[in-house]
């Protein structure tokens, strides 16, 4: 299947939109905690079992990119976004199923599986062919696309919880909702799936940089380098540090001030976390675009250097400053939602913009297991102490001093990021050259 090739005169800024329509509607599996009353309600699950179907959806998300990042990057972004969209709207199609005969299984396969692969293919499908469009500006085009994935949940909290209200919280509400979900998003998608194009030259704006660089790096190489493995520990470390308040914030705030004179009330936490999940978006095209400017290398001494003191500052005096605790959680949310956005500009400075698609795919990896690290270590820690007899601000304060230091881990491995050997600046498989010599535009044209 050979890509879209732009027809002359296409404006570059109708990809983006592109890539938004799809990182919009995957960015629902942020919203996916407005199912879980409802469901542990009808179906008699535990709360183990109703976050089952979205942790499976996180783990198929990592190993699709994983696995399916070379076919993304072979086929093109059309394909890519096409396949998507089928398994992202088949898996609530399966689990609207699931809920109208109260077969769990059903939902755990659809959201978690056959949805978790469409999260992962619709993840990483539009990357390669931003940078290729903005090679002045990967950092902000990429930041558009992931600021999607980062809001989609801004979009999709009200709508499933205003749907769940006007059709029941019981199974059949739950059933439809999921189907309405399901042909919606198939629809919203069918925009991207239509707008996507390659450029049709390699300087996509007249005037400006080409997109064709000395440095092409297949992805089967770029993960035997040193540098796709700094970056990994990078993204891992940053992600931990940022997960790791993102999944406790509400109860975190409110027992940090729990024995001071102004206590945290429930709104008020809710509040608290409206906004950090707006720095986690602001912070993805905020930062992205300031790489552009700065190097990706700077700025990921921000995410990690200035992430640190954050931490610091909270550990040591967050809880006698209310207005401190939260600005600096909200500098550390958009530290994390900056560093996934710009981690692919910073794979195409060091790999090229060939296969960057797949080779970011096989770096989410480490997002899965920052997934499960930053939450357990915060989790477990506050468990600990709390059995001990700890209270307040105590229960956090060794978990804050932890993160300080996987930070200081994640900035000594970006210091050790060099540019790639020269001996990897080939592509070596007569199958990749192939797929080199067919994304050009004069043989797709």
Request: net charge neutral; aromatic share 10%.
């Amino acid at each position: 299947m050979s890509p879209p090739v732009a027809p002359a005169g296409w404006s570059r800024w109708l990809v983006p939109p592109a890539a938004l329509s799809v990182h919009l509607s995957i960015g629902q599996a942020y919203a996916w905690s407005v199912f879980k009353p409802p469901l542990e309600s009808s179906l008699g699950l535990s709360g183990t079992q109703s976050a089952l179907p979205f942790q499976l959806a996180i783990v198929m998300l990592g190993l699709s990119a994983a696995f399916g990042g070379t076919l993304v990057e072979r086929n093109g972004p059309r394909w890519a976004m096409t396949v998507a969209l089928v398994c992202f709207s088949s898996g609530f199609l399966i689990s609207a199923l699931g809920a109208a005969t109260e077969q769990y299984w059903l939902i755990v396969l659809g959201y978690g599986f056959v949805g978790g692969i469409g999260l992962g293919i619709g993840y990483i499908s539009p990357v390669s062919t931003l940078i290729k469009w903005f090679p002045d500006r990967a950092g902000m085009a990429t930041g558009i696309a992931i600021m999607g994935f980062g809001g989609g949940a801004l979009i999709a909290s009200p709508w499933s919880a205003q749907m769940l209200e006007s059709f029941g919280s019981d199974s059949s509400g739950i059933a439809l909702a999921f189907l309405v979900h399901g042909l919606s998003y198939a629809v919203f998608m069918t925009l991207g799936v239509l707008l996507v194009r390659v450029p049709r030259g390699a300087q996509p704006v007249a005037g400006g940089p080409s997109a064709v660089e000395d440095i092409q790096v297949s992805a089967s190489r770029a993960v035997r380098t040193p540098q796709f493995w700094c970056l990994w520990v990078v993204l891992c470390m940053n992600v931990t540090a940022g997960i790791g308040i993102l999944e406790k914030a509400a109860p975190m705030i409110t027992d940090f001030f729990a024995d001071t004179s102004t206590p945290v009330s429930v709104s008020a936490a809710a509040g608290f976390v409206a906004l950090l999940s707006a720095a986690n978006m602001a912070g993805r095209i905020g930062w992205s675009s300031t790489s552009d400017l700065i190097g990706r290398k700077n700025i990921y001494r921000v995410y990690l250097g200035v992430g640190a003191l954050m931490y610091a500052l909270i550990a040591l005096i967050g809880d006698s400053s209310k207005p401190l605790f939260v600005l600096c959680a909200l500098v550390i949310l958009s530290f994390y939602g900056g560093g996934f956005a710009t981690i692919p500009a910073y794979l195409k400075d060091l790999f090229g913009a060939y296969q960057v698609g797949a080779i970011h795919g096989r770096l989410l990896t480490a997002w899965s297991t920052a997934g499960v690290l930053g939450p357990l270590i915060v989790n477990w820690i506050a468990d600990r102490q709390e059995d001990a007899g700890k209270h307040g601000s105590s229960l956090y304060t060794l978990s804050l001093f932890i993160m300080i230091g996987l930070l200081a881990v994640g900035f000594v491995a970006n210091e050790l990021v060099r540019p790639v050997h020269a001996r990897h600046h080939h592509v070596p498989a007569q199958r990749e050259a192939a797929d080199v010599e067919r994304q050009q535009p004069e043989s797709a044209a």
